[in-house]
């Protein structure tokens, strides 16, 4: 095989895995988030529940602006 074709197929893997690991992440992730919110009735008080969904809403609002912003930067 030659060095063009062999370093194709180890970028081929090496984004498979990086892709899988991924995927295996955002799954402990969403478990993780779900376990808490489970927990959280027992945790917090009804007010201090409101005040972590307010902060939990505004936290993803400045993600997706700041995702727009990267999403949207000039390429090379």
Not at 7 to 34: E, G, I, P, Y
Not at 43 to 56: E, K
Request: proline content about 1%; overall charge positive.
């Amino acid at each position: 095989m030659c060095s063009i074709a062999k370093t194709r197929n180890n970028t081929n893997v090496t984004s498979h895995l990086s892709f899988h690991v991924f995927v295996l992440f955002q799954l402990q992730a969403d478990n993780l988030r779900q376990q808490t919110l489970h927990q959280m009735r027992r945790i917090l008080t009804t007010r201090q529940a409101a005040r972590c969904f307010l902060s939990i809403g505004e936290y993803y609002s400045r993600l997706r602006a700041l995702s727009n912003l990267w999403a949207s930067r000039p390429r090379e």
